[in-house]
């Protein structure tokens, strides 16, 4: 029996900040008819412009994966996405007073609990998919991304940022239906080394202990660990040591190879199509992931 699209049946409404812009923000998803696809919509925006979740709309990914249509942009889509993707939602209406998505905790866990409790129902209109039937491959600085054919969606995901703290991790998901408990609750996570760098470049002005899982990978002193957390107005911890400084936050031991993998399924989600293949990623990122999908956007443009 063919698979039919899906939608929620209800309107869905979440609070939250920005991760790299701390402002308060927002977010509406409303139930949208077959074939719509994912849609963006700016509603603090004059005439509310639409931004349509696909990968040739991205135009930005150096922390995060920012699309941009019609003189409108919408940035960390990725939580979002995958969260939608994971659900297994083809059509979606999503209202956003500001131009960031709420972080949230880090994970897309209150996108997918706010979704479920909004309720999902199957449409008329058949599913369709893009089946891999030969490799697809991107590579670049050390990372790559392939797509091989599978009857089945599924994603292998291997990390190392040479961490003696995190040392090498590997994420797999057999099957969506594991999405909400493997998946959904995992953080992001940054290097405590990054975060003064990160601030300068005027991002991360939302992220704090309560959104991101924080590597501290070489020795501080409590006075220069003191110093970082007042330029970015936290109050002070009592410095333990090299580890994961939140690490009572954690779900997962390989949480950060988890959490690669739900923001390369969020990127996955701008294909504009469901996918049936095995994804096999090494030291992904959003630049990869969304060449990556832009390759697989130009297979299913063409076979159209």
Do not use: W
């Amino acid at each position: 029996m063919p698979d039919k699209q899906k939608t929620i049946l209800n309107d869905v409404t979440l609070k939250g900040t920005g991760l790299h812009t701390g402002k308060n923000v927002i977010i509406t998803f409303k139930p949208a008819k077959e074939n719509t696809g994912y849609l963006f919509r700016r509603v603090d925006l004059d005439g509310q412009p639409e931004i349509k979740a696909l990968a040739e709309n991205v135009v930005e990914t150096s922390r995060s994966t920012v699309l941009f249509q019609n003189n409108a942009a919408v940035a960390t889509v990725e939580h979002v996405m995958s969260a939608i993707y994971g659900l297994g939602i083809d059509n979606l209406i999503i209202e956003i007073d500001g131009a960031e998505t709420p972080i949230l905790d880090g994970s897309s866990k209150y996108y997918t609990n706010s979704l479920l409790k909004a309720g999902i129902t199957e449409q008329n209109a058949e599913r369709k998919y893009f089946h891999i039937t030969e490799k697809v491959h991107f590579e670049n600085d050390g990372t790559s991304i392939t797509a091989l054919p599978s009857d089945n969606l599924s994603f292998e995901v291997e990390i190392d940022y040479h961490s003696t703290v995190l040392g090498k991790q590997k994420a797999v998901l057999n099957s969506l239906d594991e999405y909400l408990t493997e998946i959904a609750p995992c953080k992001t996570f940054v290097f405590l080394k990054e975060l003064e760098i990160l601030l300068k470049n005027n991002q991360i002005k939302g992220g704090d202990l309560s959104n991101a899982l924080v590597i501290v990978e070489k020795e501080f002193s409590q006075k220069e660990f003191d110093r970082i957390a007042d330029l970015f107005n936290k109050k002070h911890q009592k410095y333990h040591g090299r580890g994961v400084l939140n690490e009572e936050h954690m779900t997962f031991p390989n949480e950060p190879a988890r959490h690669k993998l739900l923001d390369l399924t969020g990127d996955l989600a701008l294909a504009g199509m469901r996918i049936k293949g095995k994804i096999k990623a090494v030291k992904p990122g959003h630049f990869a992931n969304t060449e990556f999908v832009k390759l697989l956007r130009k297979q299913i443009l063409d076979a159209k």
